[in-house]
Nanobody, 115 residues
């Protein structure tokens, strides 16, 4: 049974940092492209960052230079380091794993950026 479990969300002031983690189990982690999505209040879910099996990354324009996605295949983990957070980054952040037509989601972790 595949599970993706996110952690690390919370309340942070503008300009602050958070590190999200996603622990994967029940899958051959190294074969999956991994991504972080987010869904803000009243908004559609959007891709934030993606990392391929080979370690190539891409980012949504508004987070470039502020967020960094990484993976540790030995630990079956994917991370999202978020710096210089803005109120518009407030959202539920979801971990995603994709292999061809197989697509898994975590339950999400809330990130709130507010003073």
């Amino acid at each position: 049974q595949v599970q993706l479990v996110e952690s690390g969300g919370g309340l942070v002031q503008p300009g602050g940092s958070l590190r999200l983690s996603c622990a994967a189990s029940g899958m051959t982690f190294s074969l999956y492209a991994m991504a972080w999505y987010r869904q803000g209040p009243g908004k559609q879910r959007e891709l934030v960052a993606r990392i391929t099996t080979g370690g190539s990354t891409n980012y949504e324009d508004s987070v470039k230079g502020r967020f960094t996605i990484s993976r540790d295949n030995a630990k079956n983990m994917v991370y999202l380091q978020m710096n210089s957070l803005k109120p518009e980054d407030t959202a539920v952040y979801y971990c995603n794993a994709v292999l061809v037509r197989t697509n898994y989601w975590g339950q999400g972790t809330q990130v709130t950026v507010s003073s």
